[in-house]
């Protein structure tokens, strides 16, 4: 399955909308108000996503959820100087008690640099980048929840371009420690991206991250490199990634969104590639290929595959509903895991 997922990135590659980097939620989000009376409002937004999961196996598991509760303030305080802070309520997040996920001061030198400092994503991966409430699948791919690890960090950043430049790009510097953790060591982590508008309807790009990820530990480094592409031709769009890790890591920083990090060898990379379209009746069919390998060195050891089928109907554009089916590909010992997922999300 590898080779076959490699030869569709070539073929794709031979044919989206340029991605502008999300610090936190909301994407690429103005500064509250634009008119000069309203210029220095704050500004409440949210989304709540209710979930249910059901797991096709004996015990026939299942349960309601959040998959996610947020909700945040953003604005400015002067021309060049925006505010923007959220919170996860979810008790099915962080065990349980409501956390500060995003909490950053953005100085805004031009279009080519704006600094932010605080609580933030790290700039690395274009599913990570995309905001939650606009996620095409509910899930992200295995690779990105747990080789883009901690997602979330402390530190300072600084990005340039937007959705209108051909180039956007974005370097931080950061604890790598996670979030609601002190950083215990001396060094700290180089993260980077940068996407480039080829076309109208192709984008590619490039992450890269260097760090030292082990608790009282100068010395044992992560490097970690992914690359991307994004389509969009007329109503369709794909769009796939492929991410190399090696070196140390630690798991007590957890995985993507809540996700439970998975034992890693040496090296370890994935991939996946993912297609959806957009109908004329508010509804949008997808379909994410992945596969997710935690030990190259190993064959065959923990190697997992998984298939999304689903579909999107936007009620508007505040309101979604999202179902998948996902398909899990054990090599060795196959599980009756799959699982059929429902969400409703609204965002306010």
Not at 261 to 286: C, F, H, N
Not at 289 to 307: A, T
Not at 333 to 343: E, G, I, P, R, T
């Amino acid at each position: 399955m590898k080779k076959i997922l490699y030869i569709l990135f070539v073929l794709v590659i031979s044919f989206q909308v340029n991605n502008v980097f999300a610090q936190g939620c909301e994407g690429d989000d103005p500064a509250a108000g634009t008119d000069s009376l309203n210029a220095y409002k704050p500004v409440v937004f949210g989304y709540l996503q209710s979930q249910y999961d059901y797991t096709l196996n004996d015990a026939n598991e299942n349960s309601f959820k959040f998959k996610r509760a947020r909700i945040g303030v953003r604005g400015k305080v002067m021309d060049n100087f925006s505010y923007y802070f959220m919170l996860e309520t979810s008790p099915f997040i962080g065990g349980g008690d409501a956390y500060l996920m995003d909490a950053f001061v953005t100085y805004d030198a031009g279009n080519w640099a704006r600094i932010s400092a605080g609580s933030f994503k790290q700039p690395f991966s274009l599913e990570v980048s995309t905001p939650c409430n606009d996620l095409t699948t509910i899930d992200r791919s295995v690779v990105a929840d747990q080789l883009v690890a901690p997602q979330r960090d402390f530190g300072v950043a600084i990005f340039g371009g937007n959705k209108f430049t051909k180039l956007n790009y974005a370097v931080a510097l950061m604890n790598g420690r996670g979030l609601g953790v002190k950083d215990d060591n001396t060094k700290k982590d180089i993260v980077g991206r940068a996407t480039y508008k080829v076309t109208d309807f192709m984008t590619i790009g490039g992450s890269f991250r260097y760090g030292y990820p082990t608790p009282n530990n100068n010395d044992a480094t992560r490097t970690t490199y992914g690359g991307e592409i994004a389509l969009a031709f007329n109503n369709l769009k794909v769009q796939g990634e492929y991410i190399y890790d090696e070196g140390a890591y630690y798991s007590g920083a957890g995985g993507g969104c809540g996700a439970e990090p998975i034992a890693l060898g040496e090296k370890r990379d994935g991939a996946y590639i993912m297609a959806s379209y957009d109908t004329k009746w508010k509804l949008q069919p997808v379909v994410k290929y992945e596969y997710f390998d935690p030990n190259i060195d190993v064959k065959d050891i923990n190697y997992q595959e998984r298939m999304t089928i689903g579909a999107n109907y936007f009620f508007n554009d505040k309101v979604r509903f999202q179902l998948n089916y996902q398909a899990h590909i054990e090599t060795i010992n196959s599980v009756d895991n799959d699982m059929l997922l429902a969400q409703l999300q609204i965002k306010f």
